[in-house]
């Protein structure tokens, strides 16, 4: 969950995680841990139609879930993928 504070550009306020409600510590609008931000855009043969759902997790929470994962969630490592 993200909170903005309007200023000249959008800087980040509050930033918790959806699962826990923990916060996360911010420096100047930067989170200073690794945050997982999910989005969802729910199209027509959904049952949430046109529906934009978003949240983030924690990375704790985030490891939480997808070791519920049956198939593992794919690594790369970021130099692969810029
Ligand atoms: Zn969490």
């Keep these: ?3 903005y ?12 995680c959806n699962k826990c409600g923990r916060k ?5 609008g ?11 855009v729910w199209g ?7 529906e934009v ?3 983030d997790l924690c990375e704790a929470c985030y490891d939480e879930w997808i070791r519920t994962f049956q198939i ?3 690594i790369l490592k970021s130099t692969e993928i810029l």
């Design 1 to 3: 969950m993200r909170k």
């Design 5 to 16: 504070k309007m200023q000249t550009e959008k800087q980040l306020m509050e930033l918790s």
């Design 24 to 28: 996360i510590p911010l420096k100047n």
């Design 30 to 40: 930067v989170p200073q841990e690794g945050v997982f931000q999910g989005q969802a």
């Design 44 to 50: 027509y043969f959904s049952e949430k139609d046109g």
């Design 53 to 55: 759902h978003s949240f």
């Design 72 to 74: 593992p969630a794919e």
